[in-house]
């Protein structure tokens, strides 16, 4: 199995940029494809980004499509999310999964980190 752990998030001001790590110990990081999900208070945890094993594969939701970019580092054990032009509707709960296949489906995911809390203020 492998480990989890997110870091990176932070309070920020609407139009600023946050980036957060995600890094990975246990079995082979470069076995298994990444996503991003999120959840703010009182709503579902929905999906933000995923990439593949090789980074060749990345799917990003409608919402954040041009403003957040997902990345890996097999060498370091890390995936990355850099967020850009935050907005208030981007305050969640930043979590990060893995799994063998990539995906953009929350329950395909078998492996979850303990989540890190973005803010975003007006």
């Known amino acids: 199995q492998v480990q989890l752990v997110e870091s990176g998030g932070g309070l920020v001001q609407a139009g600023g940029s946050l980036r957060l790590s995600c890094a990975a110990s246990?079995?082979?990081?470069?076995?298994?494809?990444m996503g991003w999900f999120r959840q703010a208070p009182g709503k579902e945890r929905d999906f933000v980004a995923a990439?593949?094993?090789?980074?060749?594969?990345?799917y990003y939701a409608d919402s954040v499509k041009g403003r957040f970019t997902i990345s890996r580092d097999n060498a370091k054990n890390t995936v990355y999310l850099q967020m850009n032009s935050l907005k208030p509707e981007d305050t969640a709960v930043y979590y990060c999964?893995?799994?063998?296949?990539?995906?953009?489906?929350?329950?395909?995911?078998?492996?979850w980190g303990q989540g890190t809390q973005v803010t975003v203020s007006l």
């Open positions: 990439i593949s094993r090789n980074s060749g594969i990345t």
């Open positions: 999964a893995a799994d063998f296949h990539v995906s953009r489906l929350r329950n395909e995911y078998e492996y």
């Open positions: 246990g079995r082979t990081f470069s076995s298994y494809a």
